[in-house]
């Protein structure tokens, strides 16, 4: 069974920074490429970064620039260092693999409905 466990959400003021983490559990975390989403009330979740387990990082061009997706394989964690947060980057993270469209590249993990952690809320705000 898939365990993800997202963290070090919070309230920021726009310009502030974040830093998230997302442990892995329950299958060989360094075979997947991971992906952080964010999920805006009432609408679906977005893959937003996504990393290869080579450590290769994509970006929505939303948050490029301002956000950076890593692993830690040893560790079974990613993370999603946040600068220059923006109101409009309020919602609720979340990580998963990959599944989605990043620019010109297609993700085409096993993301099942019963995988998903609870979420990390983020709130940008002054």
């Known amino acids: 069974q898939v365990q993800l466990v997202e963290s070090g959400g919070g309230l920021v003021q726009p310009g502030g920074s974040l830093r998230l983490s997302c442990v892995a559990s329950g299958r060989i975390f360094s075979h997947y490429v991971m992906g952080w989403y964010r999920q805006f009330s009432g609408n679906q979740r977005e893959l937003i970064a996504a990393?290869?387990?080579?450590?290769?990082?994509n970006h929505a061009e939303s948050v490029k620039g301002r956000f950076i997706i890593s692993r830690d394989n040893a560790k079974n964690t990613v993370y999603l260092q946040m600068n220059s947060l923006k109101p409009e980057d309020t919602a609720v993270y979340y990580c998963?693999?990959?599944?989605?469209?990043?620019?010109?590249?297609?993700?085409?993990?096993?993301?099942?409905?019963?995988?998903w952690g609870q979420g990390t809320q983020v709130t940008v705000s002054s």
């Open positions: 990393v290869t387990n080579g450590g290769t990082a």
């Open positions: 998963n693999t990959a599944r989605g469209r990043l620019g010109t590249t297609l993700y085409t993990g096993l993301v099942s409905d019963s995988s």
